[in-house]
């Protein structure tokens, strides 16, 4: 087994999240709408799962929504909210950084004739509230700001953002509404909606232990949204289709340990990430870290290595055994560095230099410590042959 | 992204990586589109290319191709090296996608552009 370090990208389904959704794939097959016995077991454990995911966020079990995944709860969001509420408005604000799933239905909508404000996010990482302010119009229907960032970690202020929201709508912005991304979020920080003041959260199954093919979204009593899948009555008529029940019973228990080993699991893997960081930087000169250093996911590093392009030192950590990612893409002889390094106004090289590792509540010191060793002797390669590294260090990579 | 083995064996153990302390020949060239870059530095005699470096930066296929480029070269006539195709290095490369053929172009562009400068090449670009 490689060491994983990946855990932003998905993570291994936990063996009691396995235990507990293994009886729905084998005896407990019934469908949750049909009225006979079996149909009724598996209604009872899709209603458990919903109370515990709502538990995770403190939200009431009718406020769940189960979707196939993040991206879909994120997509349900957007356009459900945009197609109820157009009619008070066509402008969404958001920000520079957040996940495909948002940034693509936002695009989209765009294109659709929808004003769109990207809120910068500066250096560190982290949207400004006051640009928030700033940004609200009379036609103002939404604001989407990432409870915290795929890439980089960084906490983003969502609760004041949801009071400011909030504030509005007190003085008769009644159609003003509050989403946030908090997939990256869910199982390493605390998430309450209360506290946050979000009209609508999405989160993912797989994520926090759980298989992938299920997702959140949640929607505060009282919001209206159009449904994006239509022909069944299911998911109080806000997502049609027979519910994925052994996935979301997985969800479910998933996010019950989330919730009660929350504290653990984080002290565990920022104390992994913070011996990993204090070691890559006695080890390996000309690095930058990407984000805010205090306000950012316990788990997440992200850092930037000059001279060299972020998939190639991927490839050598992967046939060394340890799997991370990279935020930037080429294809087709077009470069697409990293549009969240790009957006704390990193250029080009070191976007394409950045690398992310994310740690897991199964991680040890000693993978850590091999990782640390892998990466330096990888990015040493990999600057033995830059021409980048060449031309500005002394020439000890001339060969004769 | 799917790589052969050949390909990572060249990603992790470049053949001829570095620069030539005495060349006569060499030339550096930019993918303008991605920023991808390869530098070749080469020692020509007698007609022929007896040593070759390259540095490289950019996609793993900018890096294989640099390196197979490289190996392939060392050793082999100056006429013989003008006649290299990009899909000859593409093929050596192992496993480089439609979409990456943009490496191995870089790769022998950046060949001819070293030789054409040098005086006793006497070659001609193709």
């Known amino acids: 087994m490689p060491i994983y370090l990946d855990h932003s990208a998905t993570t291994p389904i936990d063996d009691r999240v396995f235990e507990a959704m293994l009886p729905y794939l084998r005896d407990k097959f019934g469908n949750a709408s049909s009225v006979h016995q079996l149909g009724q077991d598996a209604r009872a454990a899709v209603d458990k799962a919903r109370r515990q995911v709502a538990a995770l966020i403190n939200a009431r079990a009718n406020e769940i929504v189960f979707t196939s995944g993040g991206t879909e709860a994120n997509n349900l969001a957007l356009t459900g909210i945009c197609q109820a509420a157009q009619g008070h408005g066509r402008h969404i604000i958001t920000s520079a950084i957040e996940h495909p799933s948002v940034r693509g239905v936002v695009d989209h909508l765009e294109k659709q004739g929808w004003s769109i404000t990207r809120l910068p996010v500066y250096e560190n990482g982290i949207v400004r509230v006051d640009d928030v302010r700033g940004a609200l119009r009379d036609d103002t229907i939404l604001v989407s700001v990432m409870m915290a960032n795929n890439e980089i970690g960084t906490i983003q202020p969502v609760a004041e953002i949801g009071a400011l929201v909030r504030a509005e709508r007190a003085r008769g912005r009644k159609h003003l509404w509050f989403h946030t991304d908090a997939v990256q979020a869910a199982g390493r920080i605390s998430i309450d909606v209360e506290v946050i003041g979000c009209d609508l959260l999405s989160l993912s199954a797989h994520k926090i232990y759980a298989p992938k093919g299920t997702g959140t979204l949640f929607v505060r009593r009282g919001v209206r949204l159009f449904p994006q899948q239509i022909g069944g009555h299911q998911e109080r008529e806000r997502r049609a289709g ?60 992200n850092i930037s290595f000059r001279y060299i392009e972020g998939e190639g030192l ?63 002797s990888a990015v040493s390669a990999l600057r033995k042959i830059s021409p980048l590294a060449s031309a500005t260090q002394s020439a000890e990579f001339g060969v004769t | 992204m799917s790589y052969s083995d050949s390909f990572k064996d060249h990603l992790t153990n470049p053949r001829n990586g570095g620069e030539l302390a005495d060349a006569n020949a060499s030339a550096a060239e930019t993918n303008p589109v991605c920023g991808d870059r390869l530098s070749l530095s080469l020692r020509l005699a007698n007609g022929r290319i007896e040593a070759a470096r390259f540095l490289a930066y950019g996609c793993p296929p900018t890096l294989v191709c640099g390196s197979v480029l490289a190996e392939i070269i060392e050793g082999i006539s100056i006429d013989e090296a003008m006649k290299l195709t990009r899909t000859q290095i593409a093929e050596a490369a192992r496993g480089l996608s439609s979409r990456k053929q943009h490496a191995a172009a870089l790769a022998i562009e950046t060949l001819r552009s070293a030789l054409a400068r040098h005086p006793s090449a006497n070659c001609q670009n193709r």
């Not at chain 1, 994925?244 to 997985?250: C, D, F, K, Y």
């Not at chain 1, 055994?321 to 090289?349: M, Y």
């Open chain 1, 314 to 376: 991927l490839i050598h950590l992967d046939m060394q055994g340890v799997a991370v990612s990279t935020g930037s893409a080429c294809s087709s002889g077009t470069l697409e560095p990293s549009p969240v390094i790009k957006a704390l106004g990193r250029n080009e090289e070191l976007a394409r230099g950045a690398i992310r590792f994310s740690f897991g509540k199964d991680n040890t010191d000693d993978e850590v410590d091999y990782a640390v060793d892998a990466l330096s």
């Open chain 1, 242 to 301: 027979t519910e994925s029940v052994a996935n979301i019973v997985a969800f479910g228990t998933a996010a019950e340990l989330a919730e009660s080993e929350m504290t653990q699991r984080s002290e565990h893997t920022m104390h992994l990430r913070n011996r990993f960081e204090l070691n890559v930087q006695q080890q390996i000169p000309d690095i930058i870290f990407n984000g805010d250093r205090e306000m950012r996911l316990p788990h997440v590093s």
